[in-house]
């Protein structure tokens, strides 16, 4: 039985330390899914933003998808993933014949990814093996409790979309400037 969460030292650093566990969780219960269909957990990842999958959180400065198709980059962009990893998995699903990429008439160096037929039934299987293991780690929340648990975690990403890697939110980030110049000059 879980502890009360009100009986810790600390509530936030229970719940970061709370989320940590549940990606570690989420990490094994996603390779186990993804297995399934034979990839790995972010090949499934990236082949549903691919596919368009609309359940995906997006950085409100990530441009909006319109039509079909999608550029590494915004993969990139979108997922918080180095370009150079989002790349090895597009070539991955590439070689699998899960997706392939068409060359931008304006910029030959722009190459717009979709998912192959081969691509949209291995989406089919990620999306049965996604719910059947959803239904298993929500079913003990109530429809309500679940649509306040998606809202908070999006307020947490959100935010967090939003701190600088020094931990300081944009917001701020030109009075910690302002302040260190300061600092500095004196």
Same mark, same amino acid.
């Not at 499934?44 to 409100?60: E, K, V």
């Not at 979709?114 to 959803?134: F, H, M, P, S, Y």
């Not at 939110?169 to 300061?182: A, F, I, L, W």
């Given at each position: ?41 972010? %090949?499934?990842? &990236?082949?549903? %933003?691919?596919?368009?999958?609309? !359940? ?8 909006? +998808?319109?039509? @079909? ?15 150079? !990893? $989002?790349?090895?998995? $597009? ?9 392939? %990429?068409?060359? %931008? @008439? ?9 998912? &192959?037929?081969?691509?949209?039934? =291995? ?5 049965? =093996?996604?719910?059947?293991? !959803? ?18 975690? +999006? =307020? ?8 600088? +890697?020094?931990? $300081?939110?944009?917001?701020?980030? !030109? ?10 000059? &004196?």
């Amino acid at each position: 039985m879980p502890r009360d969460p009100l009986l810790t030292a600390n509530i936030d650093d229970s719940i970061v330390l709370t989320l940590f566990d549940i990606a570690n969780e989420l990490g094994k219960l996603g390779e186990r899914a993804s297995s399934k269909t034979g990839l790995t957990t972010q %090949q499934s990842l &990236t082949l549903l %933003q691919i596919a368009g999958d609309p !359940n995906f959180a997006t950085p409100r400065d990530c441009p909006a +998808r319109i039509g @079909p198709g999608i550029m590494a980059s915004e993969i990139a962009r979108a997922r918080g993933f180095s370009r150079a !990893n $989002v790349s090895m998995l $597009v070539a991955q699903l590439l070689r699998m014949g899960l997706v392939s %990429q068409t060359e %931008q @008439p304006d910029d030959r160096r722009r190459k717009l990814l979709t998912v &192959t037929d081969a691509g949209r039934a =291995a989406v089919a299987d990620i999306k049965l =093996a996604r719910r059947e293991a !959803n239904q298993n780690l929500f079913a003990s929340l109530s429809q309500e409790e679940r649509k306040q648990l998606l809202r908070s975690l +999006r =307020a947490c990403l959100e935010r967090l979309w939003l701190v600088d +890697r020094s931990g $300081v939110p944009e917001d701020r980030m !030109n009075t910690v400037v302002d302040h260190d110049r300061r600092k500095v000059a &004196t």
